[in-house]
């Protein structure tokens, strides 16, 4: 069955102290992979979109990574307005049309 | 649009009433996905569509949920005989559909049974 976590649950960090963010997925064959930030009582806003194994993006602060089985969120020299949940997604390539499904999330924080 | 707008922000009613939540997908954008988000939780599927067509209706909790899409735009989720576990905030998602699966989130509906 196709399944993704997320660790930690939550997270808090002293403001420029860097960390990382894991997405595990156990899918059969990876379509794509997904990082939404969600601020409270908002809709998840979309960040990167990952295809396949080794390919990395960035923006601002953030860098997305992928592998074969997980996929990291790194953030550098965090900012408190980073405090937000970040959701990871995967699409199978089985699925014949757009389905993903959604992890639990990370909830971060980050303290001035 | 600019982005996916959702109609109502919030809505609050009475346990046994019919609630209908509207949805506007990003112009052009041929797919639509309804989620569900209880509090605190990570984000529950209810329904796709490509164009008015809904393949997959999988995630609907119960005949009380249905949705229907027209003209391959604005949806609308009804619930009927709302229930005080329905409370929750209804999500919409659009995408371009078929070669590109990113999905543009709108604001929500939080809904409130009492």
């Known amino acids: 069955e196709d399944q993704v976590t997320q660790s930690p649950e939550a997270l808090r960090l002293q403001e420029g102290e860097s960390s990382s963010l894991n997405c595990s997925y156990t899918?059969?064959?990876?379509?794509?992979l997904f990082w939404y930030r969600q601020d409270p009582g908002k809709g998840p806003e979309f960040l990167f979109t990952?295809?396949?194994a080794g390919e990395e993006k960035e923006k601002e602060r953030l860098k997305a990574t992928l592998t074969k089985k997980e996929s990291f969120l790194h953030i550098t020299a965090p900012k408190p307005e980073d405090s937000a949940t970040y959701l990871c997604?995967?699409?199978?390539?089985?699925?014949?049309?757009?389905?993903?499904?959604f992890g639990p999330g990370t909830s971060l924080s980050v303290i001035p | 649009g600019a982005g996916v707008s959702q109609s109502p922000s919030n809505k609050v009613t009475e346990k046994g009433k019919d609630v209908e939540l509207r949805c506007d997908p990003i112009?052009?954008?041929?797919?639509l996905y309804w989620y569900r988000q209880s509090l605190g939780q990570g984000l529950e599927f209810l329904i796709y569509?490509?164009?008015?067509?809904?393949?997959?209706k999988s995630g609907l909790p119960s005949d009380r949920f249905s949705a229907e899409r027209t003209g391959g735009s604005v949806s609308t989720l009804t619930i009927q005989r709302t229930q005080q576990e329905d409370s929750a905030v209804y999500l919409c998602?659009?995408?371009?559909?078929?070669?590109?699966?990113?999905?543009?989130f709108g604001p929500g509906t939080r809904l409130t049974v009492l």
């Open positions: 998602a659009s995408s371009l559909g078929r070669s590109t699966y990113t999905q543009y």
């Open positions: 899918v059969s064959g990876l379509r794509g």
């Open positions: 990952l295809y396949s």
């Open positions: 997604a995967v699409q199978a390539l089985k699925t014949s049309y757009d389905k993903v499904i």
């Open positions: 112009s052009g954008h041929t797919a």
């Open positions: 569509f490509q164009g008015n067509s809904a393949p997959d």
